[in-house]
């Protein structure tokens, strides 16, 4: 079992992805943190949730 995580050892679309995905997360995220707050529904609720479950994984490299 590996100890540490190393993103070098992705390749490198994946590593592209990940970086333009971390960037682009957050303002996606208080975009929708918006949105539901003037138009609340079950799917907003749940697409904030997921949203702010990513974005969370995303800035603490656990993704």
């Not at 540490?4 to 679309?13: E, R």
């Not at 592209?16 to 539901?36: S, V």
């Amino acid at each position: 079992m590996r100890k540490g995580y190393n993103p070098y050892l992705l390749p490198p679309w994946l590593r592209k992805t990940r970086f333009y995905i971390k960037h682009c997360i957050i303002p996606i995220t208080i975009f929708q943190a918006i949105r539901t707050i003037f138009f609340p529904t079950t799917g907003d609720i749940i697409l904030l949730v997921l949203l702010i479950g990513l974005s969370y994984l995303f800035t603490c490299d656990y993704l």
